[in-house]
């Protein structure tokens, strides 16, 4: 069974400050795919960002990026030109495919003004 | 753009009672899924569908839960007899079956067990 594991329960960063969540995993798997979920107050799971294990590029999307580094079974989300509407909580995830996602406890991110 | 709908956005039940939870998945997309939030916890799988049977199924989705697609759109997820820990969100999943495809998420039901 796979783990996934957010050591941060809770981050604060200025605005337009950039801020780096963390997420280990644990899996035997060697084809996966990894996911950070954003989860505003409204309690929508919207999708930040994904990488695929079998590729060595670092996804980025705008502002996310990640940092996968995958012997070290890492995959941490940076976060740059924090903004207010990035308050929330991210969770990232582990899939295989079409399996279910398996998720981490959580890391809520606090944006000062 | 195509979305994940559930129904109803919050229900409120007596413990004991029957509850189906109702999700109407993108159009085009193979398999669903049904997580929970328990409030203040992560996001739990319960159960995948796909080809109209079930996929996968956690650890907690025992007998007291099961999950139907009664037609080309709805897909169904029954609590027989609710208890005060399923109180939670539940939220409703879609992907359309591609490797690397990313899961699209409903906006949730909230439950409430009293």
């Known amino acids: 069974a796979q783990t996934v594991t957010q050591s941060q329960p809770e981050m604060s960063v200025q605005e337009a400050e950039t801020v780096t969540l963390s997420c280990t995993y644990d899996?035997?798997?060697?084809?996966?795919?990894l996911f950070w979920y954003k989860q505003p107050p409204s309690r929508q799971m919207i999708l930040v960002i994904r990488q695929e294990a079998y590729k060595q590029q670092n996804a980025t999307e705008n502002r996310f990026s990640v940092n996968f580094q995958k012997a070290a079974k890492s995959f941490s989300l940076k976060i740059s030109d924090s903004q207010l509407g990035d308050a929330a909580m991210y969770f990232c995830?582990?899939?295989?495919?079409?399996?279910?996602?398996?998720f981490g406890k959580g890391t809520h991110l606090i944006i000062q003004p | 753009e195509p979305e994940v709908t559930q129904t109803p956005s919050h229900q409120v039940t007596q413990m004991g009672q029957e509850v189906i939870l109702r999700c109407v998945p993108i159009s085009n997309h193979l398999y669903f899924y049904w997580y929970r939030q328990i409030l203040g916890q992560k996001v739990e799988f319960l159960v995948s569908f796909y080809n109209n049977e079930i996929s996968e199924k956690s650890e907690i989705f025992d007998d007291q839960f099961s999950v139907e697609r009664p037609d080309g759109s709805n897909f169904t997820l029954k609590i027989r007899s609710t208890k005060l820990e399923d109180s939670a969100m539940y939220f409703c999943a879609s992907h359309r079956g591609l490797a690397g495809g990313e899961q699209f998420f409903g906006p949730g039901t909230r439950l409430t067990v009293l």
């Open positions: 995830a582990f899939g295989g495919g079409a399996d279910g996602l398996t």
């Open positions: 899996t035997s798997e060697s084809d996966y795919y």
